[in-house]
């Protein structure tokens, strides 16, 4: 039975890995993967990590030396990981689609939330303040959504738009067609749009993809989405077009420094994160912790997913979710 090292362990992680699991000892550690920390999986075949593990060719080559032979990503995004030391050595696999309906809805949630300032109301009534001052949203039916990448999540969240009776137009620098949306340039879509929202991968090219000439190109008003990743928008540049009105509000499941912070308790610590704390000031900025994945059925799939790359590998089968350089 090989024994698999499982980095960034949460009690969520757990259940369903433990239940789906029959062929391997998993030896859970809550620590991130990193060069430091690649040592506790020394003498294990296989590594499962996640988003904010540190999987460079550094820590590539200590688990190599360590007997690791596959590295299974249970997330799509594979920004944090350096395939070309991999290349040769260790398999990379990951999760490309556990479950897209559990982003894009989440997405939705942030733009209900923010629109019709929910978070905001639901702390007035608890305090038994019934005013309604202050709460006004608009109607989504025939705004404009514009829907950066359209893989899967994006696909789906295009769907939801289009019952809300929304008008979609889309950008991908490899468009298909899509019932009911309009492929459009990057530019047009960002002067388009009464909503932008992001579900594309972070790569060199979309670093930054939303910076302050992009803001500048929006139209006044605008919503921003983004359950991608954080290092796509110039968090700095955000919170200038929110100053200045440009944005109405941003719905965020990401942030761009987000890797030390994201999926831990620090209510009970001083946070030394100024832009961060700036973000979470403003009335009009909803932010969660990376949750948009966490459905039972993304979970579940996750899980099933991983297991079978593992399960292909060790039999000497193709890996359908290979990652290569």
């Known amino acids: ?25 998993l030896n859970y550690f ?12 020394r003498g294990c ?7 904010h593990d540190e999987i460079n060719a550094e820590t590539i080559e200590a688990l190599h030396a360590g007997g690791c032979r596959i ?33 894009a809805e989440h997405t939705m949630a942030l733009l209900l939330a923010l629109n019709r300032k929910v978070h905001r109301a639901w702390a007035r009534t608890r305090d038994f303040n019934f005013s309604l ?11 404009t959504a514009g829907i950066v990448g359209t893989g899967r999540i994006g696909r789906a969240f295009a769907a939801i738009c289009r019952g809300f009776g929304m008008k979609v137009i889309c ?23 009464d909503v932008i929202s992001l579900h594309c991968p972070l790569t060199r090219q979309s670093y930054h993809m939303l910076d302050t000439m992009a803001f500048l190109k929006m139209k006044r008003g605008v919503f921003l989405l983004n359950t991608s990743r954080g290092a796509l928008v110039d968090t700095e540049a955000l919170l200038h077009a929110l100053n200045s009105g440009r944005v109405r509000g941003a719905g965020l499941d990401v942030y761009e420094e987000e890797s030390e912070l994201f999926y831990e308790d620090w209510s009970g610590s001083i946070v030394r994160d100024d832009v961060l704390s700036l973000l979470l000031s403003k009335p009009n900025v909803l ?27 060790f039999a000497g089968r193709p890996l359908e979710n290979e990652v290569r350089a």
């Not at 799509?76 to 260790?90: C, S």
């Not at 899509?178 to 459009?184: D, K, P, T, Y």
Request: overall charge negative; aromatic content about 10%; charged content about 20%.
């Open 1 to 25: 039975m090989e024994t698999i090292a499982f980095f960034d362990a949460k009690p969520y992680d757990k259940i369903w890995f433990d239940q789906l699991n029959t062929e391997y000892t």
């Open 30 to 41: 809550e620590n991130n993967l990193n060069a430091s920390t690649a040592v506790l999986a």
């Open 45 to 51: 075949a296989g590594v499962c990590a996640f988003v």
């Open 71 to 103: 590295i299974a990503m249970r997330c799509a995004g594979v920004n944090n990981v350096d395939a070309k030391a991999a290349a040769g050595r260790i398999a990379i696999v990951r999760v490309p689609g556990y479950s897209p309906h559990a982003v």
């Open 133 to 143: 001052s202050g709460l006004e949203g608009v109607d989504l039916y025939a705004k």
């Open 171 to 193: 950008y991908d620098p490899f468009p298909i067609a899509l019932e009911g949306c309009r492929n459009v340039s990057l530019e047009t879509l960002l002067e388009q749009s």
């Open 287 to 313: 932010l969660t912790s990376h949750q948009a994945f966490l459905t039972e059925e993304a979970l579940r799939e996750i899980a099933r997913e991983t297991l079978k790359s593992f399960d292909d590998f």
